[in-house]
């Protein structure tokens, strides 16, 4: 009887411990203070994050890239998570949203209701982002076309819908210490920030463990394609093969070493990457080739 | 009697299907060899922007010229249905061809008119071939974003 009361007891507390450790915990209050939006440079940061790839429609061109008006569908072992709304519409957009909410989003992966974004939204990278870009880009964001679309629910199986859980995988993977550790120079520098922050290659780019957490010690290795056929490409230097200028002008046009073109939906990758200057494309490169 | 139909019918249709199905190796070479084509003519130029090659007009002018040839051949016959990488071995292309023909008809022809820019710029130089790339790329990535599976 005492021992069943123990029990009990230790449940409890097991219980108590793992709802705080779950907690969804947001960014700083100060992060963002006395940091002036500049929205030309939110555009950059637009471009570099890939934001339209998955928020406009799976087929827009040109300006309908500016629309983000959700609604792809993601696919994935733990269910097919729809992408939302994030025009700048006041009900069903993010309209309403502070500079600190895009931060808490896009940093913590808390939702302005202080709920848990599920992973597929990229913020273990985006954790990685500088302070001043996030509020260059919610100043861009909200200068963009509002959409009044309403996009279907997650569909996703127990015990995945249940949202606190991923307070734990936050445990687990949400870290903005680099992958490429250490001092680097200036451009490599530069690479790393948007290669492992906003421009998140690696989460197609790098393997995932049972859990859909990245494989950090097989960074950049290459991994099953999660909406279908074929294999998302290793693109660190013992697979990806290609100089450095190679692959700033592959980010530029398309064209491989070998004119042949990205396709799918490294196409839509290409087609941010062509819109930044080309120093950071070459900055990428740079930090590719300096993986070890 | 009508199980046995229905099997009958089974046994006849899979049969069917196996004497029916096709390789199309003779289509897939044919459409994967003009892609081969210009690849390399689009090489040539491309070397010639990166500098790994030195700008020759005359060169750049029948790589442009052999980019318009492959856009005007007629590709109908080298798509066959149930040529796609769900039928058949060895080729990217996806059934979504078939189901938009339209639209893979006008990315192919944007393709053509991104190749007559290209021709009336290449003897230009290197500045007036580098615009002229842009959109010769653009319209490589429109299709394959759409039409062609990765690779692997």
């Known amino acids: ?292 | 009697m009508k199980i046995l139909g229905f099997a009958t019918a089974a046994v006849i249709a899979v049969t069917a299907s196996t004497a029916f199905a096709q390789d199309f190796n003779a289509e897939k070479k044919a459409r994967q060899g003009q892609f081969r084509i210009m690849a390399f003519n689009l090489g040539l130029l491309g070397d010639m922007l990166k500098g790994e090659r030195e700008y020759d007009a005359e060169m750049a002018q029948a790589a442009a010229d052999n980019l318009v040839t492959v856009s005007n051949l007629h590709e109908a016959a080298m798509w066959p249905e149930g040529s796609d990488n769900m039928s058949i071995d060895g080729t990217r292309a996806q059934p979504n061809i078939w189901e938009k023909p339209d639209e893979f008809a006008a990315k192919w022809a944007d393709f053509g008119k991104a190749a007559m820019a290209m021709q009336a710029a290449a003897s230009g130089g290197t500045d007036a071939i580098g615009p002229a790339m842009g959109p010769i790329g653009g319209s490589c990535k429109a299709c394959h974003e759409t039409f062609r599976a990765p690779e692997g």
């Open chain 1, 1 to 292: 009887m005492r021992l069943l009361r123990w029990g009990i007891f230790l449940a409890l507390v097991g219980a108590a411990v793992g709802w705080w450790l779950s907690r969804p915990v947001p960014v700083d209050d100060a992060l963002l203070a006395g940091l002036t939006p500049d929205p030309e440079n939110g555009a950059l940061v637009f471009w570099a994050g890939g934001c339209a790839s998955c928020h406009a429609a799976d087929d827009a061109k040109g300006d309908d890239l500016l629309v983000l008006a959700g609604g792809q569908s993601l696919a994935s072992d733990f269910g097919a998570f729809t992408v939302p709304n994030i025009s700048p519409h006041p009900d069903v957009g993010i309209g309403g949203w502070s500079a600190q909410d895009l931060a808490n989003a896009m940093m913590a992966g808390v939702s302005p209701d202080g709920a848990h974004y599920y992973p597929s939204f990229p913020y273990t990278s985006y954790a990685k982002m500088s302070a001043q870009d996030v509020v260059d880009l919610h100043a861009y964001l909200v200068t963009l076309p509002a959409s009044d679309q309403i996009n279907p629910p997650h569909d996703l199986g127990f015990p995945f819908t249940v949202r606190r859980g991923i307070g734990l995988w936050k445990l687990l993977y949400l870290s903005d210490e680099w992958v490429l550790a250490g001092d680097v120079d200036a451009q490599i520098a530069r690479g790393r920030y948007l290669v492992e922050g906003p421009g998140h290659c690696s989460e197609c780019h790098t393997p995932r463990d049972f859990a859909g957490g990245l494989d950090l010690s097989n960074w950049m290795g290459g991994a099953p394609n999660p909406s279908g056929k074929g294999r998302i490409p290793a693109i660190d230097p013992a697979n990806l093969t290609w100089s450095a200028a190679d692959i700033a002008y592959y980010l530029e046009s398309g064209f491989t070493p070998e004119y042949d073109s990205a396709g799918g939906h490294m196409a839509k990758v290409v087609g941010n990457m062509a819109r930044l200057p080309a120093s950071d494309r070459a900055a990428i490169a740079a930090y590719l080739k300096a993986l070890p």
